[in-house]
């Protein structure tokens, strides 16, 4: 499921950091074979991520840089 807004503010107030899947997605399913914890398909098949306190050693470099098309990046 996509973050809200709410969600990405309480993540912003506790400073961390979270992957972010911009809209060059193409379904590849790396990342959640890699990080399934953290990214889900949505209904336009595209990556997206699912809101969790941490995102810290869920194999999220490991996503990002298995990602063909660079989609994926930490904002914090
Ligand atoms: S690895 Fe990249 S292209 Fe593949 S599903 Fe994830 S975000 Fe999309």
Request: glycine content about 2%; aromatic content about 12%; hydrophobic content about 40%.
């Amino acid at each position: 499921m996509l973050l809200t807004e709410e969600q990405i503010n309480k993540l912003k107030e506790t400073w961390t950091r979270y992957p972010y899947v911009n809209d060059t997605c193409i379904w590849c399913s790396a990342c959640i074979s890699i990080s399934p914890d953290v990214f889900t398909m949505n209904d336009e098949w595209k990556s997206e991520v699912m809101f969790l306190e941490s995102y810290e050693d869920l194999g999220v470099d490991d996503s990002i840089m298995a990602c063909p098309v660079e989609s994926i990046k930490w904002l914090e």
